[in-house]
């Protein structure tokens, strides 16, 4: 009688059936959507909100585009006009590249928008027209960019003492203190 174990039993047993093969081609799917959101769009800039929105044409539909990263003086607070043109003056009319990073609690989408190989939310930066919005990026280069920006006095950072957009956003609110205007961007 020979000792061999008969084909059948000599087969691993499956334990979980494809069940992580379907899980696998289930993180591929996801993996490529992911990649697919972060890769640059093409569109044509079509209005600017202010210095951190602008509007973009890609195909046939409106977009409107937060720039992540960044947070711009509102139109009524001081360098919110100037914020404003600055970024128009950049971008508005032009063909420029989206690369998508989310959406916010508005719908907007969230993005670095490039033109002409720069990227327009590190361009508000340098000019001294914006915040590092550190409440939703800690990208190092940004912060960079700003410390430079406040540095040379650019911009906002001429004032001795900017309030920050979230401060006035916040002391503008029904039953937000008056305090809060006096809120400071701390050096």
């Not at 069940?19 to 081609?25: N, T």
Request: net charge positive; with cysteine; proline share 6%.
């Amino acid at each position: 009688m020979s000792s061999a174990v008969p084909y059948a039993s000599a087969r691993p047993a499956r334990r979980y059936g494809r069940l992580p093969a379907l899980l696998f081609l289930l993180l591929l799917q996801v993996l490529q959507q992911q990649r697919s959101d972060a890769l640059p769009i093409e569109g044509r800039c079509v209005g600017v909100s202010d210095g951190d929105t602008v509007t973009l044409v890609i195909g046939d539909r409106r977009e409107k585009v937060r720039l992540y990263g960044i947070d711009a003086p509102e139109k009524a607070q001081p360098f919110g006009q100037r914020s404003k043109q600055y970024a128009a003056s950049l971008v508005f009319g032009r063909q420029v590249g989206l690369e998508r990073s989310g959406t916010d609690r508005y719908g907007r989408t969230v993005g670095l928008v490039v033109v002409n190989g720069r990227s327009l939310n590190e361009e508000m930066l340098r000019a001294g027209l914006a915040w590092h919005y550190t409440a939703y990026s800690r990208d190092a280069r940004l912060a960079w960019i700003e410390r430079q920006a406040r540095q040379k006095r650019r911009g906002l950072w001429a004032d001795p003492r900017p309030v920050p957009p979230w401060a006035f956003r916040r002391a503008g609110k029904p039953g937000g203190d008056d305090r809060d205007r006096t809120l400071r961007q701390l050096p």
